[in-house]
């Protein structure tokens, strides 16, 4: 019998792209080291240096990998792999990852290879495959294999994929709460400066965003934020009720997330200014909503995410610069969060357009006589 489908493998890809982009960033000024011509010189570059880290850089640097060696150890053992071979080969590409990277980093002006960084990588893989050969031990890899069958439906791991990260994205300051996929206003600049002086000029020009929303269109995209992860979810789910469990959760994570990045950002003791007038609005909306959508077929909530998902990537894109989202942003691009730049930044911008690709997926999949039902108990 075939091993069953992990969606850890692609939570392992996209974890590894962020670290990638995370230690690299911000991927300009790129020289070569100046170490004359004695090539043992470049063989001694190998040798990482060891310059001083605060304490946050240190820590930062041990979780980053823990997530790696947890997930490329568990689709290693539910792909059938033994759990040396799996722990071994999991260390290898965790150190070899790092390795990779630090040496990278003599390339650009505004990083600084390390090696006790390199050492903490690797130590965070370590924990991480220890963790991975635990829950294993503990049986609950197989508790979650027997809950993915009887709540999702088969062929999920994307989709699963996609709850798991979207947290991750809510880390990043966002112009509204909830509110990912600023990337659009971004990438149509990046397409522009490109074009600019050709025949193609004005072509990826949007308009520009004046300033803040108004306060019904405020609570529209802070509900539609929040219920992203639900339509998600919805069209993976098997009953009802199911589903209501899905919505809470999903308030009850962004929350968390949102009172931690704006901890991260102003201190711990502005740590629920983000709640501002038009969220309690958006909550109940989105909750009001949330709970009509749960009763309708799957490919219906499919079709409904897609018409939701392009308003939130519209509304969000709209939204005018502020000054201490502006503050925001430099804290974490220059400051002590450059190292979960990447990690955040991304999954924010292109999380709803993955979850526009997965709700389009299944909105014209009939692969399964029941791929439209959804169970009432």
Not at 244 to 250: E, F, N, P, Q, S
Request: glycine letters at 10%; aromatic letters at 10%.
């Amino acid at each position: 019998m075939a091993a069953p489908r992990s969606s850890a493998w692609p939570l392992a890809w996209v974890w590894t792209g962020l670290i990638v982009y995370a230690s690299l960033h911000p991927f300009t000024g790129w020289r070569l080291p100046a170490v004359g011509q004695d090539k043992l010189a470049w063989l001694a570059l190998l040798w990482l240096p060891a310059p001083h880290s605060s304490r946050f850089d240190l820590w930062g640097n041990f979780l980053a990998y823990l997530p790696l060696g947890c997930l490329l150890s568990i689709a290693r053992l539910r792909g059938g792999q033994s759990p040396l071979a799996a722990a071994v080969r999991t260390f290898l590409a965790g150190c070899l990852l790092s390795l990779g990277m630090e040496t990278l980093q003599y390339l650009l002006p505004m990083r600084a290879p390390s090696r006790i960084d390199w050492a903490l990588n690797s130590a965070g893989t370590l924990c991480g495959i220890a963790l991975a050969l635990l829950l294993r031990q503990l049986g609950a890899l197989r508790h979650w294999q027997r809950w993915r069958e009887d709540w999702l439906v088969p062929h999920g791991a994307a989709g699963l994929a996609l709850l798991l990260s979207w947290p991750v994205g809510l880390l990043f300051p966002a112009p509204l709460p909830f509110a990912q996929g600023q990337g659009i206003t971004h990438f149509a600049d990046w397409i522009e400066g490109h074009l600019a002086g050709t025949a193609f000029e004005g072509w990826a020009d949007l308009p520009s965003a004046d300033g803040p929303l108004p306060p019904g269109l405020e609570v529209l995209t802070i509900a539609l934020g929040l219920l992203a992860p639900c339509l998600v979810g919805y069209v993976m789910t098997r009953q009802i009720w199911q589903r209501l469990v899905l919505l809470g959760g999903a308030l009850a994570v962004g929350w968390v997330a949102t009172t931690l990045s704006t901890a991260l950002n102003f201190g711990p003791e502005h740590a629920g200014t983000w709640v501002t007038a038009s969220v309690p609005p958006g909550i109940v909306l989105a909750l009001g909503l949330g709970v009509v959508l749960a009763v309708l077929p799957r490919r219906l909530t499919a079709a409904i995410g897609l018409v939701a998902m392009t308003a939130l990537l519209a509304l969000v894109n709209l939204v005018g610069p502020d000054p201490y989202f502006a503050e925001s942003l430099r804290d974490w691009e220059q400051g002590r969060f450059i190292r979960f730049h990447g990690l955040a930044l991304w999954v924010g911008w292109v999380w709803p357009l993955a979850a526009l690709i997965f709700l389009t997926a299944r909105s014209v999949d009939t692969g399964r006589a029941d791929a439209g039902r959804i169970h009432p108990l």
